[in-house]
């Protein structure tokens, strides 16, 4: 079972301020690394799939970036907002295709105080 | 509309009784999983299938089985419930490694 461990577990953030949290996973035999978004009462959504060490993904005012080479990746978002609030999940393919799926980490509870 | 369908949403059965969830996508993806997500364990693989008549066990196969006759189908089995798989299950299908996954809407089950 692969080891992939997300810190901290659950985060207050006021709204307007930027905060970030860590995913590390294997770094030996990198094949890809995902970041997923789950609202309460929803089910994930992908945010970003990363390939390339070094690689920085945007997508509105969320981001991530990835280190393979020390098995980490950052999430950053600017300016929370309280649509920000929900579980970020970072998942690790459980072989070099991802065919078998994912291995999850326990996620990150975000949540955006007013 | 690209999408999962899962069904049902809520489930109540008693234990021992057979039930079926069923999974289907209609974006011809070949990779199909299922997940359950417990408090503090974070979701967790079930089984998963790679293509037609592909499956195999993931991290928490015990009680369930799964078929693939169908590259759009992915029924997860549950031959006879315990309360101990009282959970809220997922299904997942994603075109490669590469691609994040898409999930289904979930599946609350409670058995008692």
Same mark, same amino acid.
């Given at each position: 079972?692969?080891? %992939?461990? +997300?810190?901290?577990?659950? &985060?207050? %953030? +006021?709204? #307007? ?31 970003? %799939? ?30 929370? +907002? ?6 970020? &999940? ?7 295709? #991802? ?7 326990? #996620?990150?509870?975000?949540?955006? +105080?007013? | ?15 021992? @009784? $057979?039930?079926?969830?069923? /999974?289907?996508?209609? *974006?011809?993806?070949?990779? *199909? ?16 299938? *790679? ?5 195999? @066990? ?6 369930? @089985?799964? =078929?693939? $006759?169908? $590259? ?7 031959? =006879? ?9 997922? /299904? ?5 490694? $590469? ?14």
């Amino acid at each position: 079972i692969l080891n %992939v461990e +997300q810190s901290p577990q659950s &985060l207050h %953030v +006021q709204e #307007g301020d930027s905060t970030n949290f860590t995913c590390s996973f294997p770094s030996s035999n990198f094949y890809a690394l995902h970041w997923y978004r789950w609202e309460t009462a929803k089910s994930p959504e992908a945010l970003f %799939v990363m390939t390339l060490n070094g690689d920085e993904k945007k997508k509105g005012r969320i981001s991530a970036t990835l280190n393979t080479k020390e098995g980490y990746s950052y999430l950053y978002i600017k300016g929370s +907002q309280p649509e920000d609030s929900a579980t970020y &999940l970072c998942a690790f393919p459980n072989s070099g295709g #991802g065919a078998d799926g994912l291995t999850f980490g326990k #996620g990150t509870h975000l949540i955006i +105080q007013p | 509309e690209a999408q999962v369908t899962q069904n049902p949403r809520y489930l109540i059965t008693v234990t021992g @009784k $057979k039930l079926t969830v069923t /999974c289907s996508q209609n *974006m011809n993806h070949e990779y *199909m999983s299922w997940y359950r997500q417990d408090p503090g364990l974070g979701l967790r693989q079930i089984y998963y299938s *790679m293509n037609v008549e592909v499956t195999d @066990k993931g991290d928490v196969p015990e009680g369930y @089985k799964v =078929s693939r $006759k169908e $590259k759009r189908n992915f029924p997860l089995i549950l031959e =006879s419930p315990s309360p101990n798989q009282t959970s809220l299950y997922f /299904c997942a299908s994603s075109l490669s490694g $590469k691609w994040g996954y898409t999930f289904g809407s979930g599946t609350r089950l409670t058995v008692v």
